[in-house]
């Protein structure tokens, strides 16, 4: 059974950082694209950065350029979504999901429509003062 398991969120003041970390079990992530998604309250879940399964590639949100850097390591079966310079419209339920996607396929919902190999549960961030 894939199974993913996100960490790492919490609450931070305007202009803080945190590192969500997304670990797998039960397979192995090294074939698969990771994308981190959000869903703030009352809105729809987006796609915020994806990496591709050799690290070799990856994609972000505008709205995250800059300031968020996704990575991986494939031996410790998990990947990283580093956030720094955080704002309050970042404030959101965090969720990496796994699929054998190209990065831009990865990181678009409204093409898959979630419809992916594995989701987790999800963290928290709430970015506030």
């Known amino acids: 059974q894939l199974q993913l398991v996100e960490s790492g969120g919490g609450l931070v003041q305007p202009g803080g950082s945190l590192r969500l970390s997304c670990a797998a079990s039960?397979?192995?992530?090294?074939?698969?694209?990771i994308g981190w998604f959000r869903q703030a309250p009352g809105k729809e879940r987006e796609g915020v950065s994806c990496i591709s399964s050799s690290g070799g590639s990856t994609k972000y949100a505008d709205s995250v350029k800059g300031r968020f850097t996704i990575s991986r390591d494939n031996a410790k079966n998990t990947v990283y979504l580093q956030m720094n310079s955080l704002k309050p419209e970042d404030t959101a339920n965090y969720y990496c999901?796994?699929?054998?996607?190209?990065?831009?396929?990865?990181?678009?919902?409204?093409?898959?429509?979630?419809?992916?190999?594995?989701w987790g549960q999800g963290t928290l961030v709430t970015v506030s003062s």
């Open positions: 039960g397979f192995t992530l090294n074939y698969y694209a």
């Open positions: 999901a796994a699929a054998d996607l190209d990065v831009q396929t990865m990181c678009d919902m409204t093409t898959h429509r979630g419809n992916l190999d594995a």
